[in-house]
Nanobody, 118 residues
Framework: QVRLVESGRGSVHPGGSLRLSCAAS????????MSWYRQAPGKERELVAG????????NYRASVSGRFTISREDGKNTVYLQMNSLKPEDTAVYYC???????????WGQGTQVTVSS
């Protein structure tokens, strides 16, 4: 059974930091590109950051570049999103995504809430 379980939800003040984790199981984690998406109320889901398979490069949406860092630890089947200098506009539900471009399999986590407010 495929599972992506996010953790690290929280509420912080502007300028604060949070670290999200996504633990994967039920598929060969190292063969999947991993990404974080987010969806704010009334808005469409958007890609925040992605990282390729083992040793792959990372990419970020412009609004988080320099503040967020995505990383993966294949030995633990886990992907992380370190979020620094958080802004109110970062408030959203954050989703973990796994995608294998060869098989076209894609999986989603259940989402975790991040709230940035003063």
């Amino acid at each position: 059974q495929v599972r992506l379980v996010e953790s690290g939800r929280g509420s912080v003040h502007p300028g604060g930091s949070l670290r999200l984790s996504c633990a994967a199981s039920g598929f060969t984690f190292s063969t999947y590109a991993m990404s974080w998406y987010r969806q704010a109320p009334g808005k469409e889901r958007e890609l925040v950051a992605g990282i390729g398979r083992a040793g792959g490069s990372a990419n970020y949406r412009a609004s988080v570049s320099g503040r967020f860092t995505i990383s993966r630890e294949d030995g633990k089947n886990t992907v992380y999103l370190q979020m620094n200098s958080l802004k109110p506009e970062d408030t959203a539900v954050y989703y973990c995504n796994a995608e294998n471009f060869r098989s076209r399999n894609t999986y989603w986590g259940q989402g975790t809430q991040v709230t940035v407010s003063s």
